[in-house]
T-cell receptor, first 109, second 116 residues
Framework: QKEVEQNSGPLSVPEGAIASLNCTYS??????FFWYRQYSGKSPELIMF????GDKEDGRFTAQLNKASQYVSLLIRDSQPSDSATYLC?????????FGTGTSLTVIP | GAVVSQHPSWVICKSGTSVKIECRSL??????MFWYRQFPKQSLMLMAT?????????EQGVEKDKFLINHASLTLSTLTVTSAHPEDSSFYIC????????????FGPGTRLTVL
């Protein structure tokens, strides 16, 4: 059983702050790690992916991967109200993707 | 980026009827497509992996006789919910992998199914 766990939240941060989202996974054979953003009633949209240990930055977003700890995180700098959504962590194993339950983020103006 | 479409975007049907949902990759050929189901305030649950020209692989607990998947071409996969019941009401989302973008899967916009 491949498990991906996230704190469901809700997580609230003030506008301009850093939001930190965390994810752990159970299978050490997992190959790639993804963060998706999902607005209510919509399908997920990819924010970024990472497959090497360390940090990967893309604009206001930074993904961090620690394979030894089986942990992946997403930092959102200068959070905006439009960032309010559910953030899904996904782990690829072989040909399939497994999703966490998502963390609900609210950015307060 | 790669585009995946779904049709219909929403459907309402009576209990006992069957509903077909189409998933198309518009600008790439997808040898593998995935079908997910998402209940309110829950995450995506993988239902099955659809491979072009072969039988779908279903996740544990998903009834293959109820959720019929056909991947007849490299750009089209269909999910048919047979004899739908109110508990099948959910948000169904397909995704496709673009072999040219190996690490990603691209999601369709989803289909909201309501069974009365």
């Amino acid at each position: 059983q491949k498990e991906v766990e996230q704190n469901s939240g809700p997580l609230s941060v003030p506008e301009g702050a850093i939001a930190s989202l965390n994810c752990t996974y159970s299978d050490r054979g997992s190959q790639s790690f993804f963060w998706y953003r999902q607005y209510s009633g919509k399908s997920p949209e990819l924010i970024m992916f990472i497959y090497s240990n360390g940090d990967k930055e893309d604009g206001r977003f930074t993904a961090q991967l620690n394979k030894a700890s089986q942990y992946v995180s997403l930092l959102i700098r200068d959070s905006q109200p439009s960032d309010s959504a559910t953030y899904l962590c996904a782990v690829r194993f072989g040909n399939q993707f497994y999703f966490g339950t998502g963390t609900s983020l609210t950015v307060i103006p | 980026g790669a585009v995946v479409s779904q049709h219909p975007s929403w459907v309402i049907c009576k209990s006992g009827t069957s509903v077909k949902i189409e998933c198309r990759s518009l600008d790439f050929q997808a040898t593998t497509m995935f079908w997910y189901r998402q209940f309110p305030k829950q995450s995506l649950m993988l239902m099955a992996t659809s491979n072009e020209g072969s039988k779908a692989t279903y996740e544990q607990g998903v009834e293959k006789d109820k959720f019929l998947i056909n991947h007849a071409s490299l750009t089209l996969s269909t999910l048919t919910v047979t004899s739908a019941h109110p508990e099948d009401s959910s948000f169904y989302i397909c995704s496709a992998r673009d072999p040219g973008a190996d690490t990603e899967q691209f999601f369709g916009p989803g289909t909201r199914l309501t069974v009365l």
